[in-house]
């Protein structure tokens, strides 16, 4: 009965905060939402809300703050109670009762480390912690190489002159050519040629505000071009897009439509691929490469450029922040530099003004009109079973239309009218002959304009007022996807904003019955929650009012269009010869993506599921009716607590008339809102800029190397957005960690070459180690995959799910098993070998691995290996770089030092639990995510908990995960770790109290303690790693680690300041024994066995039985594609003599390969040496060596 109490009370806590959630209004739950996404959006550190909040309220409060990660309290009593809510960081401590882990070399480690210790032993300066001279030493100049796919084509007059005589010629003698040319007259840009043109003749900046669909980005860079080369000019035109497929696919498009291939005229360049260079006219690329441009050659950059092209800044990626920030420093300096910024739906009068009122030219867009029902329009229709809301003779709700087409005429003459020469007479005489909603809300047959927008945008207050009082519609778009409300704050009509902004908010609902159908719905669903059933039904009833077109279903995530699926395909929807029933998400198979762009056999409906990569990012131009949940999954960060959040959020209002935008593409439309007036009127008009909701560790990188003297807070100020206090100094402080800044925030050596290479400086600091231990191979594919997308794909049935996960498990017991991100490297090894044996489609299909994203990462991992040659990182010959890159322990030490800080260690389950949770250095406890391979691994406590590195911690909607992690043994860490300090083996002190005596006499006291503990080599002493992990090992152990991460730090700083240089020989077989030391003890060793079924332990062949959850040993097949087997654990083979050699070079049978003495980068880590008792003690060790 004891166990029920704490249980049942749970319960009943989650059901009252439940029906305190279901019992406020939809008013009451949007303005407390909008409060609190302020107030974490905000540098404020506490808010305090009104004393005026009801008992429900506040609970409302409780939850929705446990589900942001944020700290609510209520103080006080009766009417003076108030409730707090805080972004206090988390300062939880580590679980001090879990004992430390057992520390002990193995004896193959033990005879390596007495070799080299006797014949290279530690000199005074390393033993005095002193070998590591200036570590934070300010770095040299940046010699960048030069990009020439930058630089302007060297083309004389009459190279243009034939350029332009070969293109007129193909555009008018080739049949395809003229057909597109055709397509493109008829574009709405294409009106704007000459006034684009003109305009950038005389302003350095130039805003183009269009639609989706006016062709916008197609074509300016085009109509640039032909004007340049019309005056004999050449010139380099940058056009830059937000994501590396879209500029690919418009490089594409526009060599199309010029009749050539991409890289002639027009090219691109993505981070690790590129197509076309110096002598491409145009050049595509993602904002973070222009970056890395503009920070690489500030001095020159504009001397080889006419003209940048910024595409699609209304998405506001925090590359394109930093970049304009950059670029309006720059403009003033550059006269002849002229900038281009293009949106489809954007505050454009605050970006004019960022760039001293730069001119706007205004593109209409290219759809037809869309019908809009939002979700008390939905909840009738359905209840008006009989009634085809589609008919054309209705307005959509079983009315009879009163409108004739002589009045419809007369309705877009008034229309017209008074907009252009402000005479309302005839419009509201119009309106006044009958009092009908259908009236009210008339719709201009070409513009969409109504009466209400109208008058909004003229500033008639009156006329506002009165249609307002008619329950005019406010929700209704024009065709630019403008509402009445956007027309008033547009044209700066305040009182008139303002009149029909109040009116939303008070106006729930249309009609009576539709306000009562609504207010019944959200009291029995949760609008936070996709309705399945609502959505089928709605299908249900389009399918019977209509007899053509696609339907699109916008959804948040995987689960929900899997969830979605199951339910159609459980109903009439599962009949092939009536529907076809898609989905269209980033990690499905493209075979399965393109189906839905094919268009369905004639009787047949296709119905997608999707999510919003449908968007913007892709067309599908059968689609006629849109259904809108009004969710998305967002990622942003909270640096209050560190941790990332991938939550279901609602939309902004550009996202949904984007998602309006997709219904009118090929026909008029209809969109279905599955959210209420009153929600879509408090969505905000635009998401949070991701520079204020991403960590920033790369942009705060590229400002110390754009201008190392300048403070990176004081520069990010000068962005649209600055990103809060908070994720700027967590930036710092993983900059620091890395060993890129000091503590004064200079730039080091080593900070210098990791903001050299094009991927995150964890990433770069993770490919120098693997260079270091000759383990280049699985560096650059983690490097690659962490940029990219997994290239496992999730099959839909049930069965193969499962198969699928066995399949991850069993790739990745190929290098030591219980890791995520190493299953990616073996899936990469053995589809190269796959593709050379002429088995790939075999190997793909076997174990869920996508082809073409194989393929891109092939290709990455060429252009990153390219980049590390350029930058001086790799020898000419590169052969020996991976001659350790089937070493298993080696491997996850790679891994390890790409991941840290990302470190945790495995806690039990806890009481009434089934699986394992993950502790991290902040205390936090966060569960394993059912997609990673470890989700059911068990551990023997009495061997310690395992340490798990893993890429990020995520907030989803059932809190606190991690989804891509690997068990990782304990050398790794302790070498590549930021710090370590000993202590007594039962000193539990907290480290971060350190200091707090405040004078000399603790310091002598702490110090002489900490020489006695290490005066005997077999001393037992404990080893804490950053301040929270301890483990158990004997004084030479210890001191041995730290003079191996000495030699490291010093090997690192060597070959940052001497790349050419051959290392000194004792640091050479440092470095060797390093990797042998790695290859045996490398891997975790106290991973249980479990019996029984488990998803990620059952492959196709048997049950689980005996099996390690985690690790599945590797079939035949994958072994038989593998030319050399990769080698069991190193700990569970013997191991033969070692000749102790004069020359100091360590040989082992089956120890890693070593060739240091070459000419190779070896950078790494800056740690701290020795403690002095640590030192006086090895320093006897070393002396009885001797």
């Given at each position: 009965?004891?166990?029920?109490?704490?249980?049942?009370?749970?319960?009943?806590?989650?059901?009252?905060?439940?029906?305190?959630?279901?019992?406020?209004?939809?008013?009451?739950?949007?303005?407390?939402?909008?409060?609190?996404?302020?107030?974490?959006?905000?540098?404020?550190?506490?808010?305090?809300?009104?004393?005026?909040?009801?008992?429900?309220?506040?609970?409302?409060?409780?939850?929705?703050?446990?589900?942001?990660?944020?700290?609510?309290k209520?103080?006080?009593?009766?009417?003076?109670?108030?409730?707090?809510?805080?972004?206090?960081?988390?300062?939880?401590?580590?679980?001090?009762?879990e004992?430390?882990s057992?520390?002990?070399?193995s004896?193959?480690?033990?005879?390596?480390?007495?070799?080299?210790?006797?014949?290279?032993?530690p000199?005074?300066?390393?033993?005095?912690?002193?070998?590591?001279?200036?570590?934070?030493d300010?770095?040299?100049?940046?010699?960048?190489?030069?990009?020439?796919?930058?630089?302007?084509?060297?083309?004389?007059?009459?190279?243009?002159?034939?350029?332009?005589?070969?293109?007129?010629?193909?555009?008018n003698?080739?049949?395809?050519?003229?057909?597109?040319?055709?397509?493109?007259?008829k574009?709405?840009?294409?009106?704007?040629?000459?006034?684009?043109?003109?305009?950038?003749?005389?302003?350095q900046?130039?805003?183009?505000?269009?639609?989706?669909?006016?062709?916008?980005?197609?074509?300016v860079?085009?109509?640039?071009?032909?004007?340049?080369?019309?005056?004999?000019?050449?010139?380099?035109?940058?056009?830059?897009?937000?994501?590396?497929i879209?500029?690919?696919?418009?490089?594409?498009?526009?060599?199309?439509?010029?009749?050539?291939?991409?890289?002639?005229?027009?090219?691109?360049?993505?981070?690790?691929?590129?197509?076309?260079?110096?002598?491409?006219?145009i050049?595509?690329?993602?904002?973070?490469?222009?970056l890395r441009?503009l920070i690489?050659?500030?001095?020159?950059?504009?001397?080889?450029?006419?003209?940048?092209?910024?595409?699609?800044?209304?998405?506001?990626?925090?590359?394109?922040?930093?970049?304009?920030?950059?670029?309006?420093?720059?403009?003033?300096?550059?006269?002849?530099?002229?900038?281009?910024?293009?949106?489809?739906?954007?505050?454009?009068?605050?970006?004019?003004?960022?760039?001293?009122?730069?001119?706007?030219?205004?593109?209409?867009?290219?759809?037809?009109?869309v019908?809009?029902f939002?979700?008390?329009?939905?909840?009738?229709?359905?209840?008006?079973?009989?009634?085809?809301?589609?008919?054309?003779?209705?307005?959509?709700?079983?009315?009879?239309?009163?409108?004739?087409?002589?009045?419809?005429?007369?309705?877009?003459e008034?229309?017209?009218?008074?907009?252009?020469?402000?005479?309302?007479?005839?419009?509201?005489?119009?309106?006044?002959?009958?009092?009908?909603?259908?009236?009210?809300?008339?719709?201009?047959s070409?513009?969409?304009?109504?009466?209400?927008?109208?008058?909004?945008?003229?500033?008639?207050?009156?006329?506002?007022?009165?249609?307002?009082?008619?329950?005019?519609?406010?929700?209704?778009?024009?065709?630019?996807?403008?509402?009445?409300?956007?027309?008033?704050?547009?044209?700066?009509?305040?009182?008139?904003?303002?009149?029909?902004?109040?009116?939303?908010?008070?106006?729930?609902?249309?009609?009576?019955?539709?306000?009562e159908?609504?207010?019944?719905?959200?009291?029995?669903?949760?609008?936070e929650?996709?309705?399945?059933?609502?959505?089928?039904?709605?299908?249900?009833?389009?399918?019977?009012?209509?007899?053509?077109?696609?339907?699109?279903?916008?959804?948040?995530?995987?689960?929900?269009?899997?969830?979605?699926?199951?339910?159609?395909?459980?109903?009439?929807?599962?009949?092939s010869?009536?529907?076809?029933?898609?989905?269209?998400?980033?990690?499905?198979?493209?075979?399965?993506?393109?189906?839905?762009?094919?268009?369905?056999?004639?009787?047949?409906?296709?119905?997608?599921?999707?999510?919003?990569?449908?968007?913007?990012?892709?067309?599908?131009?059968?689609?006629?009716?849109?259904?809108d949940?009004?969710?998305?999954?967002?990622?942003s960060?909270?640096?209050?607590?560190?941790?990332?959040t991938?939550?279901?959020?609602?939309?902004?209002?550009?996202?949904?008339?984007?998602?309006?935008?997709?219904?009118?593409?090929?026909?008029?439309?209809t969109?279905?809102?599955?959210?209420?007036?009153?929600?879509?009127?408090?969505?905000?008009?635009?998401?949070?800029?991701?520079?204020?909701?991403?960590?920033?560790?790369?942009?705060?990188?590229?400002?110390?190397?754009?201008?190392?003297?300048?403070?990176?807070?004081?520069?990010?100020?000068?962005?649209?957005?600055?990103?809060?206090?908070?994720?700027?100094k967590?930036?710092?402080?993983?900059?620091?960690?890395?060993?890129?800044?000091?503590?004064?925030?200079?730039?080091?050596?080593?900070?210098?070459?990791?903001?050299?290479?094009?991927?995150?400086?964890?990433?770069?600091?993770?490919?120098?180690f693997?260079?270091?231990?000759?383990?280049?191979?699985?560096?650059?594919?983690?490097?690659?995959?962490?940029d990219?997308?997994d290239?496992?794909?999730?099959?839909?049935?049930?069965d193969?799910?499962?198969?699928?996960?066995?399949?991850?498990v069993?790739?990745?017991?190929?290098?030591?098993?219980?890791?995520?991100?190493?299953?990616?490297?073996?899936?990469?090894?053995?589809?190269?070998?796959?593709?050379?044996?002429?088995?790939?489609?075999?190997?793909?299909?076997?174990?869920?691995?996508?082809?073409?994203?194989?393929?891109?990462?092939?290709?990455m991992?060429?252009?990153?290996?390219?980049?590390?040659?350029?930058?001086?990182?790799?020898?000419a010959?590169?052969?020996?770089?991976?001659?350790?890159?089937?070493?298993?322990?080696?491997?996850?030490?790679?891994?390890?030092?790409?991941?840290y800080?990302?470190?945790?260690?495995l806690?039990?389950?806890?009481?009434n639990?089934?699986?394992?949770v993950?502790?991290?250095?902040?205390?936090?406890?966060?569960?394993?995510?059912?997609?990673?391979?470890?989700?059911?691994?068990?551990?023997n406590?009495?061997?310690?908990?395992?340490?798990?590195?893993?890429?990020?911690?995520?907030r989803?909607?059932?809190?606190?995960?991690?989804?891509?992690?690997?068990?990782?043994?304990?050398?790794?860490?302790?070498?590549?770790?930021?710090?370590?300090?000993?202590?007594?083996?039962?000193?539990?002190?907290?480290?971060?109290d350190?200091?707090?005596?405040?004078?000399?006499?603790?310091?002598?006291?702490?110090?002489?303690?900490?020489?006695?503990?290490?005066?005997?080599?077999?001393?037992?002493?404990?080893?804490?790693?950053?301040?929270?992990?301890?483990?158990?090992?004997?004084?030479?152990?210890?001191?041995?680690?730290?003079?191996?991460?000495?030699?490291?730090?010093s090997?690192?700083?060597?070959?940052?300041?001497?790349?050419?240089?051959?290392?000194?020989?004792?640091l050479?077989?440092?470095?060797?024994?390093?990797?042998?030391?790695?290859?045996?003890?490398?891997?975790?060793?106290?991973?249980?066995?479990?019996?029984?079924?488990g998803?990620?332990?059952?492959?196709?062949?048997?049950?689980?039985?005996?099996?390690?959850?985690?690790?599945?040993?590797?079939?035949?097949?994958l072994?038989?594609?593998?030319?050399?087997?990769?080698?069991?654990?190193?700990?569970?083979?013997?191991?033969?003599?070692?000749?102790?050699?004069?020359?100091?070079?360590?040989?082992?049978s089956?120890?890693?390969?070593?060739?240091?003495?070459?000419?190779?980068?070896?950078?790494?880590?800056?740690?701290?040496?020795?403690?002095?008792?640590?030192?006086?003690?090895?320093?006897?060790?070393?002396?009885?060596?001797?």
């Amino acid at each position: 009965m004891g166990r029920k109490g704490p249980k049942g009370a749970k319960t009943n806590a989650a059901a009252l905060t439940k029906a305190a959630l279901a019992a406020m209004s939809e008013e009451t739950t949007v303005r407390i939402t909008t409060v609190l996404e302020d107030f974490r959006a905000s540098d404020a550190q506490v808010h305090t809300f009104e004393p005026s909040l009801t008992n429900q309220e506040r609970a409302a409060v409780h939850a929705m703050c446990k589900k942001m990660g944020m700290i609510s309290k209520s103080k006080g009593y009766g009417e003076r109670r108030c409730l707090s809510v805080y972004k206090t960081k988390n300062t939880q401590g580590a679980v001090k009762e879990e004992g430390p882990s057992k520390l002990g070399f193995s004896e193959e480690a033990r005879q390596i480390l007495l070799d080299l210790f006797t014949h290279y032993p530690p000199d005074d300066a390393e033993l005095n912690g002193d070998a590591v001279k200036n570590p934070g030493d300010k770095a040299a100049k940046i010699q960048w190489k030069t990009d020439t796919a930058f630089s302007r084509p060297a083309m004389q007059k009459h190279d243009i002159a034939k350029k332009v005589k070969m293109l007129t010629s193909k555009l008018n003698d080739t049949r395809q050519l003229r057909k597109i040319g055709e397509g493109r007259s008829k574009l709405p840009i294409a009106s704007f040629k000459d006034h684009i043109s003109s305009t950038l003749e005389n302003h350095q900046v130039v805003l183009i505000s269009g639609e989706t669909g006016c062709g916008k980005t197609t074509q300016v860079p085009q109509y640039i071009l032909d004007h340049v080369w019309g005056k004999g000019e050449s010139c380099k035109i940058i056009c830059t897009q937000p994501r590396r497929i879209s500029a690919m696919s418009v490089a594409e498009r526009i060599s199309v439509e010029r009749g050539e291939t991409v890289g002639d005229t027009v090219g691109y360049k993505i981070r690790l691929e590129s197509k076309g260079g110096k002598n491409s006219s145009i050049m595509f690329c993602t904002n973070g490469v222009l970056l890395r441009v503009l920070i690489g050659r500030v001095t020159n950059i504009s001397k080889r450029q006419r003209a940048a092209d910024d595409d699609e800044i209304h998405e506001r990626d925090r590359f394109s922040d930093f970049m304009l920030a950059i670029l309006r420093d720059l403009l003033p300096m550059y006269p002849h530099l002229h900038l281009v910024l293009m949106s489809a739906t954007i505050d454009a009068e605050r970006f004019s003004q960022y760039f001293n009122g730069c001119p706007v030219i205004q593109v209409p867009g290219h759809t037809y009109p869309v019908k809009t029902f939002y979700l008390e329009d939905v909840l009738s229709i359905l209840q008006s079973v009989g009634d085809n809301h589609l008919n054309p003779e209705t307005n959509g709700l079983g009315l009879d239309s009163v409108l004739t087409d002589d009045y419809k005429s007369s309705m877009d003459e008034a229309i017209s009218i008074a907009l252009v020469s402000d005479e309302f007479d005839p419009l509201i005489e119009l309106i006044s002959i009958e009092q009908n909603p259908e009236i009210f809300n008339y719709q201009h047959s070409e513009t969409g304009v109504t009466p209400l927008m109208v008058f909004a945008r003229k500033g008639q207050l009156g006329d506002v007022c009165m249609l307002l009082s008619f329950g005019v519609d406010c929700s209704a778009r024009d065709h630019d996807g403008k509402s009445a409300l956007d027309w008033a704050q547009q044209e700066n009509q305040v009182e008139a904003y303002e009149v029909i902004k109040k009116h939303m908010d008070c106006s729930p609902a249309k009609l009576p019955e539709e306000n009562e159908l609504l207010k019944k719905y959200l009291a029995t669903i949760n609008p936070e929650h996709i309705d399945t059933v609502l959505i089928e039904r709605l299908l249900r009833k389009i399918c019977t009012d209509s007899n053509e077109g696609a339907i699109l279903v916008f959804l948040p995530g995987w689960e929900d269009i899997n969830q979605t699926r199951e339910r159609l395909l459980a109903s009439s929807f599962r009949d092939s010869s009536k529907f076809l029933v898609l989905s269209l998400h980033s990690m499905i198979p493209s075979s399965e993506q393109k189906k839905v762009f094919k268009r369905a056999p004639a009787g047949v409906r296709k119905i997608i599921l999707s999510t919003n990569i449908a968007e913007t990012a892709v067309t599908i131009d059968d689609v006629v009716f849109v259904i809108d949940s009004g969710r998305m999954k967002e990622k942003s960060y909270d640096p209050y607590n560190n941790v990332s959040t991938l939550h279901t959020s609602w939309v902004s209002r550009a996202n949904a008339r984007q998602r309006e935008g997709r219904a009118g593409r090929c026909q008029p439309g209809t969109c279905y809102h599955l959210y209420s007036r009153f929600r879509a009127a408090s969505l905000p008009e635009f998401q949070i800029p991701e520079i204020k909701r991403m960590p920033i560790e790369e942009l705060c990188l590229q400002v110390k190397l754009l201008d190392p003297n300048s403070k990176i807070a004081d520069f990010l100020k000068k962005t649209l957005d600055p990103p809060v206090t908070e994720t700027v100094k967590n930036a710092i402080t993983v900059l620091q960690d890395l060993g890129a800044l000091t503590q004064n925030e200079q730039l080091t050596d080593l900070g210098e070459k990791l903001g050299s290479l094009p991927v995150h400086p964890s990433t770069s600091k993770m490919l120098l180690f693997g260079i270091l231990m000759n383990c280049l191979d699985p560096a650059l594919t983690l490097a690659c995959a962490a940029d990219y997308r997994d290239p496992f794909f999730l099959p839909m049935a049930p069965d193969e799910r499962k198969r699928a996960a066995a399949a991850k498990v069993e790739l990745a017991s190929l290098y030591g098993g219980y890791s995520d991100q190493l299953a990616v490297v073996a899936a990469f090894d053995c589809w190269t070998c796959a593709k050379v044996n002429g088995q790939e489609a075999l190997f793909c299909s076997k174990y869920f691995v996508a082809s073409n994203t194989m393929n891109m990462l092939s290709s990455m991992r060429k252009q990153l290996h390219s980049e590390l040659t350029q930058r001086g990182f790799l020898p000419a010959d590169t052969s020996a770089c991976s001659l350790n890159a089937k070493v298993p322990g080696i491997i996850s030490a790679v891994l390890v030092a790409g991941a840290y800080p990302m470190v945790g260690r495995l806690l039990p389950p806890r009481k009434n639990a089934r699986r394992a949770v993950l502790e991290t250095a902040s205390g936090a406890k966060v569960r394993l995510h059912p997609h990673s391979s470890n989700f059911n691994l068990s551990f023997n406590k009495s061997s310690g908990n395992p340490l798990m590195v893993f890429d990020e911690i995520t907030r989803g909607d059932g809190g606190m995960y991690v989804k891509n992690c690997s068990v990782v043994g304990s050398y790794p860490l302790l070498l590549l770790a930021t710090e370590i300090a000993v202590a007594p083996p039962d000193d539990v002190s907290d480290e971060d109290d350190e200091g707090s005596s405040g004078d000399e006499a603790g310091k002598s006291t702490l110090g002489q303690q900490k020489e006695e503990i290490m005066s005997s080599p077999d001393n037992t002493v404990s080893v804490v790693v950053d301040r929270w992990l301890r483990f158990d090992a004997t004084a030479l152990d210890v001191a041995q680690i730290y003079c191996l991460r000495e030699r490291l730090a010093s090997a690192i700083l060597f070959k940052v300041k001497h790349p050419q240089d051959v290392l000194p020989p004792a640091l050479g077989a440092t470095m060797y024994a390093i990797a042998c030391i790695l290859s045996y003890d490398g891997l975790p060793g106290n991973l249980a066995t479990k019996h029984g079924s488990g998803q990620s332990s059952t492959d196709a062949s048997g049950s689980a039985e005996g099996r390690k959850v985690g690790f599945i040993p590797p079939g035949g097949f994958l072994m038989s594609l593998l030319s050399e087997v990769p080698p069991n654990a190193p700990h569970h083979q013997k191991s033969s003599n070692h000749p102790g050699g004069g020359s100091g070079h360590i040989r082992s049978s089956r120890a890693p390969a070593g060739r240091f003495n070459q000419s190779q980068q070896h950078p790494g880590r800056n740690s701290s040496g020795p403690g002095s008792s640590a030192s006086q003690s090895f320093k006897r060790q070393r002396d009885a060596a001797r």
